[in-house]
Nanobody, 123 residues
Framework: QVQLVESGGGLVQAGESLRLSCKTSGHTFSDYGMGWFRQAPGKEREIVATISRSGSTLYAPSVKGRFIISRTNADNTVYLQMNSLRPEDTAVYYC?????????????????WGQGAQVTVSS
């Protein structure tokens, strides 16, 4: 079955960096787009970044220029490099597998999800 396992979350101070990883298995990774979402307490889940099978990317305006999504098809892994972190970036971050090869903004376009990784940014 399809599995996604995130790692790399933690507690950092504002201005610092973190890299999240999402190792996948159970599907042909290179055929599908992937996405990173986040959910802060009391808020809805929102798209952070998404990448197509060919490497095209899309970012939420709040993270554009600070975060970088990438993928390594040989390792079935998608990454989220988060730089210049802010307290408002504090959330549980989820990686997700898309239903097709493109990048997608909506959570409804993703069919498998990881368990989530907590990212906490202190001021």
């Amino acid at each position: 079955q399809v599995q996604l396992v995130e790692s790399g979350g933690g507690l950092v101070q504002a201005g610092e960096s973190l890299r999240l990883s999402c190792k996948t298995s159970g599907h042909t990774f290179s055929d599908y787009g992937m996405g990173w979402f986040r959910q802060a307490p009391g808020k809805e889940r929102e798209i952070v970044a998404t990448i197509s099978r060919s490497g095209s990317t899309l970012y939420a305006p709040s993270v554009k220029g600070r975060f970088i999504i990438s993928r390594t098809n040989a390792d079935n892994t998608v990454y989220l490099q988060m730089n210049s972190l802010r307290p408002e970036d504090t959330a549980v971050y989820y990686c997700a597998k898309a239903v097709g090869p493109l990048y997608y903004r909506s959570a409804s376009s993703y069919d498998y999800w990881g368990q989530g990784a907590q990212v906490t940014v202190s001021s």
